[in-house]
Nanobody, 124 residues
């Protein structure tokens, strides 16, 4: 079992940047893909980005492609989400999750461990 803890969320103005972190304990990242999801008030949780176990492959939701970058450091068991050019519609609770597969996927059903989330609020 892996425990995931997100951090880095805060209030930021539109056009600004934030970097979210996800620290893992209990099991290393190695061998499994990781992902970021988000959930806005009144909406379902949605996929944001995912990265392969070896970091060679990444996938992104269309709404964040070109603005967000996912990365991870297996030696430190930390995953990151660099978010640039933030928009008010990016406001949500952001979750990190570990996958049951080595390759990145966008379905939440492929992820079996979740953090508690970190709040990102983008003001206009």
């Amino acid at each position: 079992q892996v425990q995931l803890v997100e951090s880095g969320g805060e209030l930021v103005q539109a056009g600004g940047s934030l970097r979210l972190s996800c620290a893992a304990s209990g099991r290393t990242f190695s061998g499994y893909a990781m992902g970021w999801f988000r959930q806005a008030p009144g909406k379902e949780r949605e996929f944001v980005a995912s990265i392969a176990w070896n970091s060679y492959t990444t996938i992104y939701a269309a709404s964040v492609k070109g603005r967000f970058t996912i990365s991870k450091d297996n030696s430190k068991n930390i995953m990151y989400l660099q978010m640039n050019s933030l928009k008010p519609e990016d406001t949500a609770l952001y979750y990190c999750a570990s996958s049951i597969w080595p390759s990145p996927t966008s379905s939440s059903k492929d992820y079996n461990n979740w953090g508690q989330g970190t709040q990102v609020t983008v003001s206009s």
